[in-house]
């Protein structure tokens, strides 16, 4: 009897702490009945494969999971906001979310660009293992904590490839006066290579490689290049992308909003980036598979991989860029030794996982 009585404060003591507890807590009881309706600004075309579709599974996937009561509207860059204003309007709160890539804002936050992707670092594996685990969401997220952004990793493209040459690269002097349309870091690497980087958007490349406006152009991989008709532009088709070996998205939520959503739509919100970063990342192992097996069939077309004295001149070359840019800013140097340094373990563990495994079938 006394046993039972015990057992009924208890239970009871443990519902008025549920009580007060979300009544307290971000998720109150009148936000878990209301439906919020929110609109998301991306950095990507409308229908681009992947990337825009990826955001709007996302989409899909809340309000589904929601039941309706996060319903959120997909605009394509330019619709709402231009491409590349999307950060801005996260940041204004004038819209609740937006989905593109870290390295968008290096203009703004130089060390941005880590939670994206460097030159020479780390593939998809290493990168969600250091932000989930080794601390550097916590970075990126106090990073953009003063523009009232609160970011979650959704979506990458895999290791990309090196892009397309109208001339040959057998050795580093092939590089001298290259002109390539290559943007960010990689284009300040290729400049001490002694190559001309060239920035130039999306739409522009096809139509400059093929006039020889320029001579070569990275991109992302054979699925998007193909579709933007690359390979009749050039013939060499190289490999890897040592420029971008596995670039990150984020998705960017607007501060006060986010507080306003409950804790289970926050909680969907997660799991369903969480969803579509494995979906997006799958879906481009996938789609270049298929693609490349097509290219390979295309005559005019030479697939080829950077000769190892390339690669290593621009290995070192990145490490003189990234260390000339760490001098430059505090807070460059603060995320690249954080970087460095679970970059370096982590090399230890991928050397005899995937790098062993790797060189078994040669
Ligand atoms: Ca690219």
Known sequence: MMLRNITLILFCLSLLACGSGSQQGSGSAAASG???????????????????????????????????????????????????QTFDAVSQGSIEMGHGSPYYWAGKIPEAQFFSTVPFGMTARGMHAWLFHGGGLEMWREIYQPFNIHPIPMGNTGIQMGGWFNKRVDSVADLQGLRMRMPGLGGKVLKKAGGNPVLMSGGEIYTALERGIIDATEWVGPFHDMRLGLNRAAQYYYYPGWHEPGTEFELLINQAHWQQLPDDLKKIVETAAAATTDWMYISMEYLNTQALAELNTKKNVEVLEFPAEVMAELRKLTVVTLEEEAEASPKFKRVYEAYKGFQTEYAKWGEMTEAAYQRTKQ
């Open 34 to 84: 209301k439906t919020f309706r929110w609109k998301m600004v991306t950095t990507w075309p409308a229908n681009f494969p992947v990337f825009q579709e990826g955001a709007q599974k996302f989409a899909d996937d809340v309000r589904t999971m929601s039941n309706g009561r996060l319903d959120i509207q997909v605009f394509a860059g330019g619709e709402l906001v231009p491409a590349l």
